[in-house]
């Protein structure tokens, strides 16, 4: 079984060209993908290649125009099974509540989640000291830091424990040393000791080639290439950055 199975999976919106024109816009077209469990895989793409939209439609966040997908086997109809079992990391301000703390705003995602309150408290106090911010749980989200507003977004997405876990550009904004830390977090941890699978939007290509498994390069709605991330760059004197414009067609430029 794959953990993420996605055929011919399809976003389009519709761009209002005047008052009777309206054009339909591919955000994502025909998007084929299969992920193994245990991998991590890659998203990489310029801005606008709709990498968040396929994200998105992966974890139930925006429902398909066409095409299906199965997450841990669970065609995406079977809300309630997929969400039991995905966990979505992204950072952004405003996704937590400024004026609530950090542990209070994790009792709110884990109440979302249905988790009782008794297994909540065990289970926030675990994530707290597992990204390092036990002695600051108390202290109001708009006095964090962007470090530790990223590492509270983490303990978010694994509120539910989940098997699959999607990251749109998580080391945005951080310091090298935590973005490295981030890193390491999600080979040593989640994939090597937990056995999970990570699914990663980025605009780095040294933390895609650091990190991932294989990886997909979207551009304009569309996957240009797949590949296992050995087979890109070790044979010849390509970097990912080669491989990278190659696919978006900006090679000769
Ligand atoms: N709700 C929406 N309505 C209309 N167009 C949308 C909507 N959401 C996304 N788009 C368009 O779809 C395209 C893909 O957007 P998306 O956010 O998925 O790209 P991305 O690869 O995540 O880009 P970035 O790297 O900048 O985050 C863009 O052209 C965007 O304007
Ligand atoms: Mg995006």
Same mark, same amino acid.
């Given at each position: 079984?794959?953990?993420?199975?996605?055929?011919?999976?399809?976003?389009?919106?519709?761009?209002?060209?005047?008052?009777?024109? #309206?054009?339909?816009?591919?955000?994502?077209?025909?998007?084929?993908?299969?992920?193994?469990?245990?991998?991590?895989?890659?998203?990489?793409?310029?801005?606008?290649?709709?990498?968040?939209?396929?994200?998105?439609?992966?974890?139930?966040? *925006? $429902?398909?125009?066409?095409?299906?997908?199965?997450?841990?086997?669970?065609?995406?109809?079977?809300?309630?099974?997929?969400? #039991?079992?995905?966990?979505?990391?992204?950072?952004?301000?405003?996704?937590?509540?400024?004026?609530?703390?950090?542990?209070?705003?994790?009792?709110?995602?884990?109440?979302?989640?249905?988790? $009782?309150?008794?297994?909540?408290?065990?289970?926030?106090? !675990?994530?707290?000291?597992?990204?390092?911010?036990?002695?600051?749980?108390?202290?109001?989200?708009? !006095?964090? $830091?962007?470090?530790?507003?990223?590492?509270?977004?983490?303990?978010?997405?694994?509120?539910?424990?989940?098997?699959?876990?999607?990251?749109?550009?998580?080391?945005?904004?951080?310091?090298?040393? !935590?973005?490295?830390?981030?890193?390491?977090?999600?080979?040593?941890? *989640?994939?090597?000791?937990?056995?999970?699978?990570?699914?990663?939007?980025?605009?780095?290509?040294?933390?895609?080639?650091?990190?991932?498994?294989?990886?997909?390069?979207?551009?304009?709605?569309?996957?240009?290439?797949?590949?296992?991330?050995?087979?890109?760059?070790?044979?010849?004197?390509?970097?990912?950055?080669?491989?990278?414009?190659?696919?978006?067609? !900006?090679?000769?430029?």
């Amino acid at each position: 079984m794959y953990a993420i199975a996605a055929k011919n999976l399809t976003k389009y919106f519709f761009h209002q060209k005047g008052f009777f024109n #309206r054009q339909k816009f591919f955000a994502v077209k025909k998007a084929n993908l299969l992920v193994q469990e245990g991998e991590i895989f890659g998203l990489l793409g310029p801005n606008g290649a709709g990498k968040t939209t396929l994200i998105k439609m992966l974890t139930l966040l *925006l $429902s398909p125009s066409e095409g299906e997908a199965e997450i841990n086997g669970f065609n995406l109809k079977a809300e309630g099974q997929i969400k #039991r079992s995905i966990g979505l990391i992204y950072p952004g301000e405003r996704s937590f509540y400024p004026r609530l703390t950090a542990r209070q705003n994790l009792d709110f995602f884990a109440a979302l989640h249905n988790i $009782s309150f008794k297994l909540a408290r065990k289970k926030i106090d !675990e994530l707290l000291e597992l990204v390092d911010l036990k002695n600051m749980g108390d202290i109001w989200f708009e !006095e964090y $830091s962007s470090g530790m507003k990223q590492r509270l977004a983490i303990a978010r997405g694994l509120l539910n424990d989940p098997q699959i876990i999607f990251m749109d550009e998580p080391t945005k904004g951080l310091d090298p040393l !935590e973005a490295h830390r981030f890193r390491k977090f999600i080979k040593d941890f *989640l994939v090597k000791k937990q056995k999970k699978t990570v699914f990663i939007a980025t605009h780095q290509l040294d933390e895609a080639q650091e990190l991932c498994t294989s990886i997909a390069i979207m551009h304009l709605g569309e996957i240009k290439l797949r590949a296992k991330l050995e087979d890109l760059t070790g044979t010849n004197d390509n970097t990912l950055y080669d491989v990278f414009l190659e696919a978006i067609g !900006e090679k000769n430029t």
